[in-house]
């Protein structure tokens, strides 16, 4: 009897450890306005449990920046790795709110590499590589078991950008629940 009852709990104890580790992946993709233009966002999350998880995301940003009289277009290519705290789930899970904040590594390309601006201007700005960290919310609206509508904002701070050190994004797209 004993013997039974080890296995019954040993079994149990395994079916639950396995029930706990699977939690789902998602991936997302969000577009809207970026610091003077207009920008996108693809990520993978990896959740960690119910209310944890790590994100990756490719992000890309296209506008005009306005410098002494000047419109300069620069383009944005970052690589963001995020941790995310969900702050609030809804109890009839429909709405849910997370933070998060995380490394930046990227790209930034100033008038697509020319020195030069079609008026002749010389632009003192050049393309370099970008890093520093961003802060993050997002907001889901769930619309059915696998989709959810997506809010974020992110402000990003590069100290390495000749254009400014920070840069917001704010966006809506859709995420997809893998599993």
């Known amino acids: 009897m004993k013997r039974y009852v080890f296995v019954l709990i040993l079994t149990a104890g395994f079916a639950a450890t396995a029930q706990t580790a699977n939690y789902s992946s998602s991936l997302e993709f969000s577009g809207g306005i970026a610091q003077d233009g207009f920008a996108a966002s693809a990520g993978y999350n990896y959740y960690l449990n119910r209310y944890n998880y ?4 490719v992000y890309l940003s296209f506008g005009n920046i306005k410098q002494d009289g000047f419109e300069i277009p620069y383009n944005n290519f970052t690589l963001n790795v995020g941790y995310f705290i969900r702050i609030y789930n809804s109890l009839d899970r429909k709405f849910s709110a997370a933070i998060g904040l995380g490394p930046v590594i990227g790209l930034e390309v100033v008038n697509n590499g020319n020195n030069e601006l079609e008026g002749g201007a010389i632009v003192d700005n050049s393309s370099e590589f970008l890093y520093g960290g961003f802060a993050g919310a997002e907001l889901d609206l769930y619309l059915s078991e ?15 950008s000749d254009l400014g050190e920070f840069a917001l994004y704010a966006g809506v797209g859709l995420r997809y629940i893998l599993f």
Request: proline letters at 5%; zero cysteines.
């Open 54 to 57: 790590i994100q990756g995301a």
């Open 146 to 160: 696998s989709f959810s509508l997506l809010g974020k904002v992110n402000q990003y701070y590069h100290p390495s």
